[in-house]
């Protein structure tokens, strides 16, 4: 499928002399959503973002976003954010790593089915959907692309939830004529993140990181890039298509070695292999079933038991001319942001 379906015109790139456009962004207070919303001001774009609350909206206020309060469960707050733009950035989801929760299916599907067919009601020209790499499981080691074929099973309620958004709502609607775009980031990291990457960065700079297990592997994309990505595919993007908006792939513990050298701390020196951490899983799901709360979710511990995320960006760089910096170069200002944000020199 190529070009915008009849009816619908794309949004102009921004390098045209007609490039400034009307752009809504859900998740607008999230990571991802943040940047994006950063680089579509900068670019000179007019930008709305559907908020569920006024709180945590100083940056988006000082950047001159328009605030539309509403939810994406909500069908009626979607229609008035959606009046009059030209294109719809959905990345609003649940996240968490822990027991199952009705919250997930609400969000991560029946929301974005609701914001794909307010999107579709008011005619906004293109969008595009935040998914994930993790919606194609464990590769076994397989360098995948956006074609691979799932073949292992769920490992937490976000990667399920997505799989079914990414596969019952958003592919269909786009083989049924909707413009949109489908984006699948990796593993994000960079300085402003709040995920489990995060937190073992800063373990490891507190010297409280003595064990990363072996044989989990991630494509790591910093900020910046997974950010420009998603603009670049609203931009030049193929509506029906999916892109995997991803960097180059990395062992987690090679990835954490790499951030210690940089950070001048010692690195993690025990690496239990995959089947440890499975055994870890089990037991904790057990804890789980009765009641008890341990440091670690069983969902948690079974995606660091040897699974591997990866998947190639080559049809990304081919069609939307994305790139994605080495990781060196990323986890030097990830690494001296959480220096300054911990106090330590």
């Known amino acids: 499928m ?10 102009p790139r921004a390098d045209s002399p007609e490039s400034v456009s009307r752009y809504l962004v859900t998740g607008a207070t999230g990571f991802i959503g943040a940047e994006i919303v950063k680089q579509l001001v900068g670019r000179g774009h007019r930008v709305s973002a559907l908020v569920r609350t006024l709180d945590r909206t100083a940056m988006l206020r000082a950047l001159g976003v328009d605030l539309h309060v509403g939810d994406i469960t909500d069908a009626a707050s979607l229609r008035p954010a959606m009046e009059g733009v030209d294109g ?17 299916e609400r969000v991560n599907v029946e929301g974005t089915r609701l914001v794909l067919e307010a999107m579709r009601d008011a005619g906004v020209p293109k969008g595009v959907y935040a998914s994930t790499l993790s ?46 775009v489908i984006a699948m980031p990796g593993a994000v990291y960079g300085p402003g993140d ?15 990181l003595p064990m990363v297990p072996r044989g989990t592997a ?9 950010a420009r990505g998603f603009v670049q595919a609203m931009e030049a993007g193929r509506p029906g298509e999916a892109y995997v908006i991803a960097g180059p792939v990395h062992p987690l513990d090679e990835a954490l070695r790499l951030a210690a050298r940089i950070a001048g701390v010692r690195p993690p020196v025990v690496n239990p292999p995959p089947i440890s951490m499975r ?17 670690y979710s069983a969902e948690a511990l079974r995606l660091m038991s040897g699974v591997t995320w990866i998947a190639s960006s080559a049809k990304a760089a081919r069609e939307l001319g994305f790139r994605a910096r080495p ?7 990830t690494i001296e942001h959480e220096k300054r944000r911990l106090g330590l020199s």
């Open 2 to 11: 190529s070009g915008a379906p009849p009816g619908h015109a794309a949004p």
């Open 88 to 104: 719809v950035f959905h990345l609003a989801a649940w996240y968490r790593l822990g027991p199952r929760s009705p919250v997930a």
């Open 135 to 180: 919606v194609l499981g464990d590769t076994g080691g397989v360098l995948a692309d956006e074609r691979f074929v799932r073949r292992s099973p769920f490992l937490s309620e976000y990667e399920r939830t997505k799989w079914k958004a990414h596969h019952e709502v958003a592919l269909p609607m786009a083989r049924a004529g909707l413009p949109l």
């Open 194 to 208: 709040t995920s489990g990457i995060h937190d073992l960065i800063v373990r490891l700079l507190q010297k409280r």
């Open 218 to 226: 991630f494509c790591w994309g910093y900020i910046e890039d997974t």
């Open 279 to 295: 055994i870890a899983a089990g037991l904790a799901g057990a804890a789980e079933r009765i009641g008890l709360r341990l440091p």
């Open 327 to 333: 990781l060196e170069e990323g986890w030097g200002p």
